[in-house]
């Protein structure tokens, strides 16, 4: 490959390069230099992390990503199980920097968590009321039966976070995004979780009834041997299927399809749901009558399974759906395993997994329950406010490069081109964690934002009250503006990164923002490569076939022209062409023939546009910084002197995907997935990489694909 020459370079021997250099020196494949980058880069950067990294046992799959996950669990564990960090000083909100009254309230937020946390793990008194929470929530739910409507059973299941025969939640307008409106969602919350699963006729009659009789005999004690179970499950069964055939295709999008009907006349479109009387219930005191936004097909259809099937058989969808959403809160293995491991077979996945750890289920809870708290205690071990200045910059580097690419693109007509910087100006970054809407670094703050919440030593009645303020403070946004400044529930905690097409933001949560992503001691080729890559990907899904149907507010409106949707359709084609082509292994196995895997590129479409653009839009931003910071020559990583600094940003966009897949995980995969594969991911964006190309040398430097 082409090397820095005759140039002595100075290596940067702090602590965060030392860590990352040793990261990716041990990961490159034991013979690199004899591997090809411009045909097989994906092995040369990541063939030793496959030989470093097995597939944890309770997993079927591993990636960088995934290590990700693992530190910040283990990190949210030491925070959880450990004291209150008193001596920490960093950044402004840390506690030695705290005033007094802050300071106490910081602490009592703390014994909040703690509690949530410790109520989890307390497995002895979770095992000694067995499924009894259940047994009574049943009984609790009973009581709604028998009324007019569907409204009370709903209403319940609502409040448990259950989806039972329509989800009913507030969101931004689509055709007015500085306002609030309540939308009943086309869902109806299955078993076995996909309607393809209900069309083999023979494996819910010998698998799934069989499972669902044992949990419904489990969870009514006193009628066991009065009721047929298994004649109940068998027309549960029936139902479950005559609603999965109600609902639309995975790629349908509903939100083109929905309607507008005022509050008043919703009850006459879907009669017998009571939806108007659910949105009276959790709707705050004051507001009048609001506009429901419903996919109208869905719902009449529904009312129409509903009505032809016996009361009984619908009440019992109830208990079902009330025994899914809470058996996660009781301990009770045997009652439930059969079910999970079903699932999984449905799903293609074979492997036997030992029990998730408990310490791991607890923290997962104590995110749901009280995130924000457990957010605010994050960030103070793992991410500065320094770290914070710099990935805002590296953010709005990629923005401005998105700016000045839309400028110049020779197929774009004026008034779109003008739309899309409009749309870019317009973006909300959101990055690390909030300090407004809310400010985690405020401890009054944090404080209010869990005022009616009910914290007891009790598991499942911590779960309970958890979920149902949930429901209260969506709804409480009926009546308000749309704030945009908000975070809604993307924790700092959260190890992924989002667009989000009806407000137009990009979130990047400090999860993400960890090694080796992102370091606020890295050099600058490392940061853009792995993290700039990864937003300049968000950003995209603004300009992409379906960004284009939201504009900058986040309004459901196509801005862009024929001419343009017709042109950015001809370079598609490119694409699905290309990952069509485009083959790949599991990696599981050593020494061994792997199995060959053929892509859909059709269906990572998508995905593999934005991959394309961001890599592009990080390459520009560093090369923008670089050009604003004196165009400078960075230190160089040790074991890494070889490297120039434009093939360090390429090799730590490598390794961000560097990764691995059981055979079951990898047909699962690319069965339900719209990403393709880590390697494709690896192997198709620096094919349509031109900087790559002339990086490495490449005899052919135009990129295989291009949007922009």
């Given at each position: 490959m082409v090397a820095l020459k005759n140039i002595t370079r100075a290596l940067c021997t702090t602590p965060a390069c030392l860590e990352?250099?040793?990261?990716?020196?041990?990961?490159?494949?034991?013979?690199?230099?004899?591997?090809?980058?411009?045909?097989?880069?994906?092995?040369?950067?990541?063939?030793?992390?496959?030989?470093?990294?097995?597939?944890?046992?309770?997993?079927?799959?591993?990636?960088?990503?995934?290590?990700?996950?693992?530190k910040v669990d283990d990190e949210l564990r030491i925070v959880l199980e450990g004291q209150y960090p008193v001596g920490s000083k960093h950044s402004h909100f840390s506690p030695r920097n705290l005033h007094a009254r802050d300071l106490s309230v910081d602490q009592q937020n703390f014994e909040t968590m703690k509690a949530?946390?410790?109520?989890?793990?307390?497995?002895?008194?979770?095992?000694?009321?067995?499924?009894?929470?259940?047994?009574?929530?049943?009984?609790?739910?009973?009581?709604?039966f028998g009324r007019d409507d569907w409204s009370a059973p709903i209403l319940f299941a609502q409040r448990l976070g259950?989806?039972?025969?329509?989800?009913?939640?507030?969101?931004?307008?689509?055709?007015?995004?500085?306002?609030?409106?309540?939308?009943?969602?086309?869902?109806?919350?299955?078993?076995?979780?996909?309607?393809?699963?209900?069309?083999?006729?023979?494996?819910?009659?010998?698998?799934y009834v069989p499972v669902l009789a044992n949990i419904l005999r489990a969870v009514h004690p006193n009628d066991s041997s009065a009721t047929n179970f298994t004649e109940q499950a068998r027309r549960l069964v029936q139902f479950e299927t005559n609603l999965a055939a109600l609902l639309p295709p995975d790629d349908f999008d509903f939100v083109e399809a929905l309607t507008r009907v005022p509050t008043a006349k919703i009850d006459a479109l879907v009669p017998g749901l009571g939806v108007s009387k659910i949105i009276a219930a959790l709707a705050p005191p004051g507001i009048p009558s609001v506009e429901v936004l419903v996919y109208a097909p869905f719902l009449a259809n529904l009312t129409k399974v509903i009505d032809a099937a016996p009361r009984s058989t619908v009440e019992l969808l109830f208990v079902w759906r009330t025994i899914l959403a809470s058996r996660a809160y009781v301990v009770a293995d045997e009652i439930?395993?059969?079910?999970?491991?079903?699932?999984?077979?449905?799903?293609?996945?074979?492997?036997?997994?030992?029990?998730?750890?408990?310490?791991?289920?607890?923290?997962?809870?104590?995110?749901?329950?009280?995130?924000?708290?457990?957010?605010?205690?994050?960030?103070?071990?793992?991410?500065?406010?320094r770290d914070r200045e710099i990935s805002n910059q590296i953010v709005a580097d990629v923005r401005e490069v998105y700016i000045q690419k839309f400028k110049t693109v020779p197929w774009m007509d004026e008034s779109t081109r003008t739309k899309a910087i409009e749309k870019i100006d317009l973006l909300e970054q959101k990055i690390g964690y909030p300090t407004e809407n809310p400010n985690i670094?405020?401890?009054?703050?944090?404080?209010?934002?869990?005022?009616?919440?009910?914290?007891?030593s009790s598991y499942f009645r911590n779960a309970m009250s958890a979920t149902n303020k949930s429901i209260i403070d969506n709804f409480a946004r009926l009546g308000k503006a749309t704030d945009r400044k908000g975070w809604g529930i993307s924790f700092p905690t959260i190890v992924n990164a989002f667009y989000k097409r009806q407000t137009n933001e990009i979130d990047f949560p400090a999860g993400i923002l960890q090694a080796p992503v992102f370091g606020g001691d890295y050099p600058s080729a490392v940061n853009y490569g792995a993290f700039g890559a990864v937003a300049g990907?968000?950003?995209?899904?603004?300009?992409?076939?379906?960004?284009?149907?939201?504009?900058?507010?986040?309004?459901?409106?196509?801005?862009?022209?024929?001419?343009?949707?017709?042109?950015?359709?001809?370079?598609?084609?490119?694409?699905?062409?290309?990952?069509?082509?485009?083959?790949?292994?599991?990696?599981?196995?050593?020494?061994?023939?792997?199995?060959?895997?053929?892509?859909?590129?059709?269906?990572?479409?998508?995905?593999?546009?934005?991959?394309?653009?961001?890599?592009?839009?990080?390459?520009?931003?560093?090369?923008?910084?670089?050009?604003?910071?004196?165009?400078?020559?960075?230190?160089?990583?040790?074991?890494?002197?070889?490297?120039?600094?434009?093939?360090?940003?390429?090799?730590?966009?490598?390794?961000?995907?560097?990764?691995?897949?059981?055979?079951?995980?990898?047909?699962?995969?690319?069965?339900?997935?719209?990403?393709?594969?880590?390697?494709?991911?690896?192997?198709?964006?620096?094919?349509?990489?031109?900087?790559?190309?002339?990086?490495?040398g490449c005899k052919v430097k135009e990129p295989t694909c291009e949007l922009w």
């Open positions: 990352i250099a040793d990261y990716y020196v041990k990961n490159l494949a034991p013979n690199y230099k004899d591997i090809d980058p411009c045909t097989n880069f994906e092995e040369m950067v990541c063939g030793g992390w496959r030989d470093r990294y097995d597939i944890p046992s309770d997993q079927t799959s591993n990636d960088a990503i995934s290590l990700i996950e693992q949530v946390y410790n109520s989890c793990m307390d497995e002895d008194s979770i095992k000694k009321l067995g499924i009894s929470p259940i047994v009574d929530l049943i009984g609790e739910l009973r009581k709604t259950a989806t039972s025969l329509t989800s009913v939640y507030v969101t931004n307008d689509f055709d007015k995004p500085d306002l609030q409106v309540v939308v009943a969602e086309p869902t109806v919350g299955l078993g076995l979780q996909m309607p393809d699963f209900y069309v083999d006729t023979t494996m819910l009659t010998n698998d439930f395993d059969p079910l999970l491991k079903l699932r999984r077979k449905l799903y293609g996945d074979n492997s036997v997994r030992p029990p998730t750890p408990r310490w791991k289920t607890c923290v997962g809870f104590v995110g749901d329950s009280v995130g924000w708290i457990l957010s605010r205690f994050f960030i103070e071990n793992t991410f500065s406010a670094t405020d401890p009054e703050t944090i404080r209010n934002l869990y005022g009616g919440l009910t914290v007891t990907h968000e950003a995209s899904h603004g300009f992409d076939i379906n960004g284009g149907k939201f504009d900058g507010t986040g309004r459901l409106v196509n801005w862009w022209s024929d001419e343009v949707t017709k042109e950015y359709k001809k370079r598609e084609q490119c694409f699905i062409s290309q990952f069509n082509n485009i083959t790949v292994s599991a990696n599981d196995k050593k020494n061994v023939t792997q199995r060959k895997y053929k892509l859909d590129g059709r269906k990572t479409l998508g995905e593999n546009e934005a991959d394309s653009a961001g890599i592009f839009a990080a390459f520009d931003s560093w090369k923008l910084r670089r050009k604003l910071n004196g165009d400078k020559t960075e230190l160089a990583l040790p074991g890494l002197e070889d490297w120039t600094d434009e093939q360090l940003f390429f090799l730590a966009y490598g390794n961000f995907w560097c990764g691995k897949y059981s055979d079951d995980a990898m047909q699962i995969r690319l069965k339900q997935d719209v990403h393709a594969p880590n390697a494709a991911r690896v192997q198709g964006t620096t094919a349509n990489s031109r900087a790559f190309k002339e990086a490495f």
